[in-house]
C-alpha cells in the first residue's frame, strides 16, 4: 500500500515538496547519514526518520545523538555486523506485517564499507522493496575534490591488516587503470602509505582525504614516494579516518599493444596459453588477463 503523509519532524522546517512524496509501507529505506557535519543530512532523510517505524543501526548510540539533534524520536533496533544475519531476519518479519524500517550506520551510506548489505539482501530475497535515500559518502567526497582525472574509480574500501595479506591485496591492482578508493584507520595510515610506496611506481598521485566535512578536513595530493614524508612532519596527519585515493595504472599505448602481441605470437609457439600470457605481462608490462584473452584468440 501506498500512502501520503505530512511531515512527522515536529518544528522543523521541511520543504511542502518532500512531505508531498509517497512513501510506500512494507519497506526498507536505506538512509545515508552524515559523515561527520551533521547539516549535511536530507530532508528526505529527516521525514523518512520520523515516519518510520524503526530505525536498524550500527550503534544506537550514535543514532540516537543524531536523531535528538533533530528532534526525532523512534524505537532503535542494533544491527551491526555482529549480528547482520539475524537482525536481518526480525526486519524481514516486522515488514512482512507492513511497517516501515529505516536502515543507517554510524555514518555515510549503508552497506558501502560498513554493516547492511546482508539485510538489503535478507529483505529483497523475501521479495519486499529496499528504496535507497543517497547522501553522503566519504569515497564519492574525496574523489570530487582530488582532481584526479578518470573516468573511472575502483572501490576497495579496507585492505587487510596484516602486512603480508595487504601487501598481496595491493600487488593485484597494480594493473588497475581506474582511480582507486581505499578506507584506513589512523592507526594503520602510517603503514599503509609504507605499504603503496612498495608496491607501486613512486611517480603515482595518491590523495589523503582526512577528517573530510569536519573542523580539520584536510585534503592532500603528492607522490606515492612523498606520502610517508607528508604524514611524518605532523603528527596531526594521523588522526581521523582517511579516505585515500591512488591514481590508477596508465592506459597502454598503440606501442605497447602491438609490443605485447608479437611477444604473446613468440611464446605461443613454445607454451601454452596460459602460462605464454603470464610470461608476456612479465615481459611487457601489459595485462595478464587481456594478454590471456588475445592469447585464445590467436590460437584459434
Avoid at 5 to 18: D, I, M, N, W, Y
Avoid at 48 to 77: W, Y
Avoid at 106 to 128: E, N, Y
Avoid at 207 to 227: D, G
Wanted: glycine share 6%.
Amino acid at each position: 500500500m501506498t500512502v501520503q503523509e505530512s511531515s512527522p519532524v515536529g518544528a522543523l522546517p521541511v520543504l511542502g515538496e518532500t512531505a508531498l512524496q509517497t512513501y510506500p509501507t512494507a519497506t526498507l529505506y536505506v538512509v545515508a547519514t552524515p559523515i561527520g557535519n551533521v547539516t549535511d543530512i536530507s530532508l528526505r532523510a529527516l521525514h523518512v526518520l520520523g515516519l518510520v517505524d524503526a530505525v536498524a543501526c550500527e550503534d544506537t548510540r550514535n543514532t540516537s545523538h543524531l536523531m535528538q539533534r533533530f528532534g526525532i524520536s523512534k524505537p532503535l533496533v542494533a544491527a551491526h555486523m555482529h549480528n547482520e544475519r539475524e537482525a536481518g531476519d526480525a526486519i524481514v518479519r516486522r515488514l512482512q506485517a507492513g511497517e516501515r524500517i529505516a536502515l543507517v550506520s554510524d555514518a555515510g551510506t549503508p552497506a558501502v564499507s560498513d554493516p547492511g548489505a546482508k539485510i538489503v539482501d535478507a529483505v529483497r530475497a523475501a521479495g519486499l522493496r529496499v528504496v535507497p535515500l543517497p547522501g553522503a559518502s566519504a569515497g564519492i567526497a574525496a574523489l570530487s575534490a582530488s582532481g584526479l582525472v578518470n573516468d573511472q574509480f575502483h572501490f576497495v574500501g579496507f585492505v587487510p591488516a596484516k602486512a603480508k595479506q595487504r601487501e598481496t591485496a595491493l600487488q593485484a591492482l597494480r594493473a588497475v587503470t581506474a582511480t582507486m578508493v581505499f578506507y584506513e584507520a589512523p592507526h594503520r595510515i602510517t603503514e599503509f602509505a609504507a605499504a603503496l610506496a612498495t608496491v607501486f611506481e613512486p611517480t603515482r598521485q595518491v590523495v589523503f582525504a582526512r577528517e573530510l566535512t569536519k573542523l580539520f578536513e584536510e585534503i592532500h595530493r603528492c607522490t606515492v614516494a612523498e606520502a610517508g614524508a607528508w604524514l611524518a612532519a605532523d603528527a596531526h596527519r594521523e588522526k581521523g579516518e582517511f579516505v585515500v585515493l591512488l591514481e590508477g595504472a596508465p592506459q597502454a599505448s598503440d606501442a605497447q599493444e602491438a609490443e605485447g602481441e608479437r611477444v604473446l605470437k613468440l611464446l605461443l609457439a613454445e607454451l601454452p596459453v596460459k602460462q605464454a600470457a603470464a610470461l608476456a605481462a612479465q615481459i611487457t608490462g601489459l595485462k595478464k588477463n587481456a594478454l590471456y584473452e588475445r592469447a585464445l584468440a590467436l590460437k584459434e
